[in-house]
């Protein structure tokens, strides 16, 4: 049976993955009401787990190196309850290989070689070139779906990652260039950093050791 988290867990766990967020993104990332969120980000302020920082305007929450130690803290005791780390475990030996594709991809759409320099930048000049990234991108995308979705029987906050790949795509697909690798937006490559991070979050792993 899938395991539905806690609002405390969400909250701290969607800081980690997002890495520097208002309030209001955190709260829409796992569909918690705004009042619920503020209360838990204060508590956890409180306990020195994460910090508000703002700079040119922009503010944010971030986690502190004790606030991290708890996210991994809380998500290991919740992974033991719900009884899946076997299948969370297999699911990210799965990952592995798409998450090379992925990196590739996202290469091969910021960079085009050229002849004395393999590290030109790619002007998005050649569709056959960038056809081919996208291709790539569709790959990974339909590879992706059965994998989130035994995550997701285990953990429901898993659940989403997929579809906004999916919807990534589609815009990048639609001439929408920065919805490949743009960290502004949800990019194709934004979701797959968060899902990584979520990963490695859950299990307990490091992100030097495990890139």
Do not use: K
Not at 58 to 66: F, P, R
Not at 95 to 108: I, K, V
Not at 147 to 161: A, E, I, S, W
């Amino acid at each position: 049976m899938t395991h539905d988290s806690a609002p405390r867990l969400l909250v701290l766990h969607a800081v980690r993955i997002t890495g520097f967020a208002d309030t209001p993104v955190i709260a829409r990332r796992y569909g918690l009401d705004a009042a619920t969120t503020t209360e838990v980000l204060h508590d956890a302020e409180a306990r020195g787990w994460v910090e508000h920082t703002a700079f040119a305007g922009i503010g944010g929450w971030s986690l502190t190196e004790a606030g991290r130690a708890e996210n991994e803290r809380q998500l290991a005791a919740e992974l033991t309850r719900a009884g899946g780390a076997d299948e969370v475990r297999d699911v990210y030996r799965a990952f592995l290989p798409l998450n090379a594709l992925l990196l590739q991809a996202c290469t091969d759409w910021q960079l085009r070689p050229a002849a004395g320099d393999r590290l030109a930048v790619n002007d998005h000049s050649d569709p056959t070139w960038d056809a081919g990234v996208l291709h790539e991108l569709a790959c990974v995308d339909r590879a992706l779906t059965p994998l989130v979705d035994r995550l997701g029987r285990v953990l429901t906050r898993f659940h989403g990652y997929d579809t906004r790949f999916t919807a990534a795509l589609a815009r990048a697909q639609a001439g929408e260039g920065a919805w490949v690798d743009q960290t502004d937006v949800d990019s194709c490559h934004r979701v797959w950093f968060e899902l990584h991070e979520d990963l490695i979050a859950t299990l307990g792993l490091n992100r030097h050791e495990h890139p």
